[in-house]
Every structure is written in C-alpha cells, then in structure tokens.
C-alpha cells in the first residue's frame, strides 16, 4: 500500500528568513512516494522556484517558478541528473546532491568562497525521523541571466518514515538586487569616507597655514594688544583643530555620543594645564544625546572654548588653591567650580558652562580687544547652529547657549 505524503503549501513571498524556509520545505516533503499527483500539483503553483531530486540524483520536480528563474522547462531535465546545468558550466554536484550523499563535510570545500557577499551554513536539524540535515547559501552564478545572477537556496533532506534519505529538496530566492543595493551603498559609504577623509585633511592643513601666517606676522609688531589678539587668534585656530581631532575619527559620524565627548574633553583640558579633579570640582550633566558631525563640531568647539576660559579665570582670580599638585585631601581647599550641562528642553538644546570665578564686569568687557574677539566667535558658531549666545555673572559666570538642530538625536 502506498505510503501517505505530508505536505504544505508555503508562502509565496521572498522572505530571506532561512528557518521559515526550512521549515515550510520540512512540513511540505516528509516521505518521498505516495500521492505523486498531489504533491507535483502543489510545486507546480508554488511561487517559490525549488526543485526535488531522489535518492539516484534524479529529477522528478522541477517546478513553473524554477523553469521561468532558470529559463529551463521541465521536460527537458525531469529524469535527469543534469540540474547543474542551470548554475554551472561544467558537470559538478549541487547542494541538493550532497544532502542525498550525506557527504555534508564536503560542502564548505565546494562552495567557500573569498566574496564576503557569499555565506555558507551547515545546520542538523535533531533526531526527528523525516527532519534530515538543512543548508542554506548564498552565492554568485555567471551564467544566469545577461550578468549572472545571486541566489540564496536552502536544502532539506526529505526522509522516509523509517529515517532513510530518500531525496532533497532545494529552493531558490533570487536575490540580486539585494546585492546590488548593498554593493552601491558599500561603494557610496566609502566614497563618502574618502571624501570626509580629505575634507578633514585640507581643514588640519588650512588651520595650519593661517596659524602660520599668523606666526609670520606677529614677528613684524610688537605692539602688545596685537599681539594679545595674535596669540588668541592662534588658540582658536588650536581649539578648532583639537575638536577636529577628536571627532573624525568617529565610526559612527551621525550618531556621535555628546555626553561621553564634553567628559572627555573637560578632563584633557585640565590635564593640559596640569590641574587635577581634586584640584576644581568639575559637574558635568549630559544626557545620551547623539548630534551629527556638522552639529558636534561647533558644540565641540563651544564647549572647549568656554572651558578653556573657565579654567583661566579660575586660575587668573585665585579660586584655585596653590597645592603643589593635586593631591588635596582637604574638601575645604577646592574653590575652583567647572560645571558644563547640556538638556534638551521642548524643540531646543541648552548647553550650559559655568565657573565660580569672581570677576569684575570690566574684566569681562567684551568691547576689549580679546573678549570682543572671544564673543564674536561664539556668536558666529551659535548662529552656525541656529542658535543664541547669553552670558550671566551671578556668583561667577554662566554661558548659555540655546540652539535647535533637526539632525540631533536622543
């Protein structure tokens, strides 16, 4: 008597989740013989282009999707063992026969490949009697098609009742277009990188030569005020290029971590001017707040001003005890304050610096040379984010600046 099949007709869309295929092919095939009809008429007006082969590497389905991917009618190859024919331009095995063999460790050496776009799985599947060993890969074929085609199969062992490989079923996803995508997105990342890469470059080696300019001009004056604004000219150059510094090398250009940036770069200030933490007691409150590189590198260079300023007037007043080193024991000893916050409120950003330094409102004139020359700086990166600059002196002094960026993200 003629030994009932299981079989279940899959979905037909193109979903590259390889265990739903396998699965779907599982339930479809359990024991190759029985009701032949039945189960050649499912095939047949399945979407999805698969082929069965017996355990003699036979043919026996090949069905209409298979014929219009691989422009192969069925009666031409039913009965044959000539499926490579459609993939290769020589006699060799496919995937599907080395499922019937059983000869799985022989796979990888067949179909390993130096194209990283190309993937190889071996999977077992338990001990389930009419479950048998799955594959799946993807790979490049030259002969399909005009300009060859990439196709990601599966293959599942079809078993007998009593366990014994009878066959294999094999499917196809035509996924060229997939790849192609992905290799124009690949050629545009890199192309992307290269030119930030250069962009970076030129920007190091321009600030390079106005600072040297700079340098050059100042050896032709010694009146002191233009020489002040030489020296604060050269800061700014040397601000902007610390930021550079620190933000190209980023993996991720969109999605930079401001937070863990500010605590970085407050902590290299004071290294650079030799003062520890237990010397000025620093707050800083950030956020996660992620900003894209054209936002990050005016915050950068916003924040690194300010605090390079803070700094200077807490040593300049006095707040800042004279220890020797930073080594101080006594809380009581700390007078220098540094905080830097930034939040989100509504559509805006708030980015705040402060420091407890007591200075005389004359002493922060911005008509004097370098103060005006420090302001005019901060407002022209403010107005680079679409934002304002405020200044408060009460109880030391408060910088504010408020901007509103589409491309910040939290």
Known sequence: ?????????????????????????????????????????????????QFVINNDHNVIYWNHALE????????????TNKQWQVFYNSER????????NGRLEEIPKWYNTQDSR?????????????????????AFFPIMGDKGKWLHFTV?????????????????????????LQDKFIKTLEENELLLSKIH?????????????????????DDKK????????????????????????????LNIDFGVFIKNLVFDRLRAYGIGKNTIQVDIDSSKILLDINTAIPCGIIVNELVNDSINRIILTGELEESGDDKIEDPHQVKGELAVRISKKGEFF???????????????????????????????????????????????????????KNNVQI
């Open 156 to 180: 599942d062992a079809i078993k007998n009742n009593k366990g014994k490989v009878v066959g294999a079923v094999e499917t196809f996803e035509d996924v060229t277009e997939q790849i192609n």
């Open 226 to 253: 233009s020489l002040e604004l030489f020296k604060d000219l050269q800061d700014h150059i040397k601000s902007i290029t610390q930021i550079h510094e620190k933000i190209y090398p980023s993996t991720d250009l």
């Open 118 to 138: 190309s993937k190889f799985v071996l999977r077992y599947q338990g001990q389930s009697q009419n479950l048998g060993n799955s594959c799946e890969a993807v």
């Open 68 to 79: 219009k991917l691989s422009e192969i009618k069925a009666e031409n190859i039913l009965g």
């Open 1 to 49: 008597m003629a030994k009932k099949m299981a079989y279940k007709e899959g979905r037909g869309d193109s979903e590259p989740n390889v265990l739903h295929k396998k699965k779907r092919n599982q339930k479809q095939l359990k024991v190759l013989s029985g009701d032949e009809l039945d189960l050649k008429e499912i095939m047949d007006v399945s979407p999805v282009p």
């Open 350 to 404: 708030l980015l705040t610096v402060y420091d407890n330094a007591k200075v005389s409102p004359e002493n922060l004139d911005i008509q004097s040379n370098k103060n005006a020359l420090d302001m005019w700086f901060l407002n022209k990166l403010a107005t680079e984010l679409g934002g304002t600059v405020s200044l408060e002196q009460d109880n030391g002094t408060l910088f504010k600046i408020t901007f509103k």
């Open 201 to 221: 470059h030129r920007t190091r080696n321009d600030l390079q030569i106005i600072n040297s300019m700079i340098n050059f001009q100042s050896y032709y004056t």
């Open 93 to 100: 095995p496919c995937m599907a026969d080395f499922i019937v």
